[in-house]
């Protein structure tokens, strides 16, 4: 559709297109959102397009939540849109059904100070505006830290001592958020420096509270009233001394105001020692003693988002107790320095769950360290494990076959010496073991070569040699009538058999046989070699 393109169109930037889809007739719908054209021109920053359409449409049209194309060009610090649109009579003063925030407040906000200039000075803005939160464009610009855009908004006639819904002024602000060049800003414009805000506190109290050093020296040379008591009759030397801070405390006793704040704070010092008189008659409390709080807080009400521990939380003091009753919605606390009070019940987005969660947070924490101790040490402890168990198998190993050797070595030593012709038969492989071995590859059995003529006659003659030598020893009967001078016949000593079957004969055994070692010798060399 037409307006749909237009819609893009003015969102991309593309004037052309719009030129051309404006001649075509394309109208001026919102979207879901209530964002005309005129809206998505001025987020996109393009001035031409929208001073196009700002002669063609109500420039104060809003959308959705009820922001203008104004609105809209001050949140993102398109100057030359917002001075078309100032030009085409947009109204400064609108605000928002969000936050309740003016052009100004965003400008304010974000630090555009140039767009700030252009809202007050040509659009004639209201610079003393709250939002729906009770803040004041140059809260917000204080807030973040925008030193220009404070100028700029001080210039601009804005009050420097205006205070929001708490009672802060600017420059208790400025010292809540730690901006010494605001603060700096606001003093130039001779704002008040002990203004207290609706819990007694001045800025001095904020600073040394949050250890501001800087901020501190700053306020007290400025002159600010230091001996000032705050609803919970705690001067500023009183909540530092309270949360330890011992820098914040020398610079409290050591910094005096210079010459040139004198001046100006000689009428408010009378003021507020009037209203100081007014709060110690009003309040009745006893003087704050150090001991009802316990030192090293970790939370404080001046700024910090931190809600009381409840272990270090001040001792109820039973004789602060109202003697009035507690009236419709209102409600008993504690504040500081351990006195009860009486207060209205708060309402708002408020969650009472603080402190539980905080003191989950604190266990899951605590837990969390102790789980990862435990698994550190269980760790170690498998590693241990581990290493002695590698141990205890190295040595079962070697234990092991220390032992296998022993027993080798054992039977290697009861086994009977076997002569070398034994050992040779022994290791030669047979036909049955070379068959059962090669059983899985074939079953071919393994053959000695077969003799050559040679061997053969040789084998003959030598079978012919033994059966002569055989025949003779049987024959022979030297050894019953040899006389001992007379050596032995060594044929009788190439057969061990046919010796041993002598031996065991009757007529043998009967004779004294005795043979020269010289003999034994032979025969034993004649036996291996047969």
Not at 252 to 261: A, I
Not at 493 to 518: G, M, R
Request: hydrophobic letters at 30%.
């Amino acid at each position: 559709m037409l307006e749909d393109e237009l819609r893009t169109a003015a969102a991309v930037g593309v004037l052309d297109d719009v030129l051309t889809l404006l001649h075509k007739g394309a109208d001026f719908a919102a979207d879901s959102s209530g964002r005309t054209p005129l809206h998505l021109a001025a987020a996109a920053g393009s001035s031409e397009i929208v001073a196009k359409l700002a002669t063609s449409t109500n420039v104060n049209l809003p959308d959705v939540v009820g922001r203008t194309a104004l609105q809209i060009a001050a949140t993102g610090g398109h100057v030359e849109v917002v001075q078309v649109l100032l030009k085409c009579g947009a109204n400064p003063n609108i605000k928002d059904n969000l936050h309740g925030n003016a052009p100004l407040h965003e400008a304010s906000w974000h630090g555009f100070s140039h767009t700030v200039k252009a809202l007050c000075v040509d659009g004639k803005a209201v610079a003393d505006v709250k939002n729906s939160a009770g803040f004041f464009p140059l809260h917000l610009a204080c807030q973040a830290g925008h030193n220009q855009s404070c100028r700029e908004l001080l210039l601009a006639g804005a009050d420097p001592d205006v205070q929001n819904n708490y009672g802060d002024t600017a420059l208790h602000t400025s010292a809540r958020y730690g901006h010494a060049g605001v603060a700096r800003i606001l003093i130039s414009a001779t704002c008040r420096v002990s203004d207290q805000n609706k819990n007694g506190d001045t800025p001095l109290h904020i600073a040394a509270a949050m250890g501001r050093r800087k901020l501190t020296t700053i306020l007290l040379e400025a002159g600010c009233d230091k001996s000032i008591r705050n609803k919970q009759y705690e001067t500023a030397c009183d909540i530092a001394t309270r949360k330890d801070l011992n820098e914040i405390i020398i610079i409290l006793q050591n910094v005096k105001p210079s010459k040139t704040s004198k001046k100006k704070t000689s009428k408010k010092t009378s003021e507020t020692s009037d209203s100081d008189k007014k709060s110690r008659e009003s309040v009745m409390n006893p003087p704050h003693d150090p001991r009802a709080c316990g030192s090293g807080m970790k939370w404080s009400p001046y700024g910090c988002h931190y809600y009381p521990d409840p272990t270090s939380f001040p001792q109820p003091k039973l004789d602060s107790l109202p003697g009035e009753p507690l009236g419709k919605g209102e409600q008993y606390y504690l504040d500081l320095a351990g006195n009860i009070r009486k207060g209205p019940v708060g309402v708002g987005l408020t969650c009472y769950c603080a402190n539980f969660l905080r003191d989950m947070e604190t266990r899951l924490e605590k837990n969390n360290l102790e789980l990862k101790q435990r698994i550190k040490m269980t760790r170690q402890e498998l590693e241990n494990r581990v290493e002695k168990a590698e141990g205890l198998l190295t040595e079962w190993l070697e234990r092991g076959r220390s032992e296998k050797k022993r027993r080798r070595e054992k039977e290697k030593e009861a086994r009977p010496k076997r002569s070398q012709s034994v050992d040779l038969l022994q290791n030669t492989p047979t036909n049955d073991k070379a068959n059962s071995k090669g059983s899985s590859r074939k079953s071919t059995p393994i053959l000695p070569p077969p003799p050559n003529a040679e061997e053969m006659a040789e084998v003959e003659a030598r079978l012919k040699e033994l059966s002569v030598r055989a025949e003779a020893i049987e024959k022979s009967e030297w050894l019953s009538v040899r006389p001992p001078d007379k050596p032995r016949s060594r044929l009788a000593l190439y057969d061990p058999n046919a010796f041993e079957a002598l031996s065991d004969s009757e007529e043998i055994k009967n004779i004294p046989l005795q043979v020269p070692d010289s003999h034994n010798e032979q025969s034993h060399n004649v036996s291996n070699i047969v």
